[in-house]
């Protein structure tokens, strides 16, 4: 177990390659411990990931060249980057918000008349940029729906028993499959 109780205050024991780390949480509380658990273990895999993280006082220009040093930019990235780097290039990353893309939105229709779509591809690269330089990860997929054969009830007949096959029919069964042998018996 990780997480102890040492006196009245609990403390954080973790294992990471072969390197016992020791943390005190300073409360009494258990959930507050397991939330500073939680943050401890997520900051040790981020080192030995090496993995860094952006400030919020990083401008956007310096999280650009970083993403186009460290990470992988496709050409569309390189080509949105020079229409968003006039306008955001001194911004503090901390500060770009929902208005602040709404006002690049119409000091770009001002510029030019561009579709939607043109203005969202934009904006979804910056939004990119900003999400792996808050350290969070964009998720791979969608999570899969569940099998509708998961969810059927005890009570509902499978495909097998309707039409009246034995267990021998199923993909990885061992039972032994005795009509297919007929004369071998």
């Known amino acids: 177990m990780t997480l102890y109780k040492r006196g009245r205050k609990y403390s954080i024991s973790l294992w990471v390659d072969g390197i016992r780390h ?9 959930r507050e411990a397991e939330t500073i658990e939680r943050d401890f273990r997520e900051e040790l895999n981020r080192r030995r990931h090496q993995i860094r993280e952006a400030s919020p006082d990083m401008t ?10 460290d990470g992988s930019p496709r050409p569309y990235h390189i080509d949105r980057l020079k ?14 918000s929902k208005p602040s893309v709404r006002e690049f939105r ?5 510029e030019k008349k561009l579709t939607e779509t043109t203005l969202n591809r934009d904006i979804e690269v910056l939004r990119h940029l ?7 990860r964009l998720p791979y997929r969608k999570p899969a ?14 495909r097998d028993e309707r039409s009246g096959r ?17 004369g071998a018996r």
């Open 60 to 69: 956007f220009a310096d999280l650009a060249a970083r993403f186009l040093a």
């Open 106 to 110: 119409t000091a770009r229709h001002k």
């Open 22 to 30: 020791l943390k005190s949480t300073g409360t009494t509380n258990r």
């Open 130 to 136: 900003l999400l792996l330089g808050d350290g969070r």
């Open 83 to 96: 229409v968003l780097l006039p306008h955001f290039g001194e911004w503090p990353i901390g500060t770009i």
């Open 166 to 182: 034995s267990e021998a029919h199923r993909v990885g069964s061992t039972a032994p499959c005795t009509h297919y042998y007929r």
């Open 145 to 158: 729906r569940p099998h509708p054969a998961d969810t059927r009830t005890a009570q509902t007949p499978t």
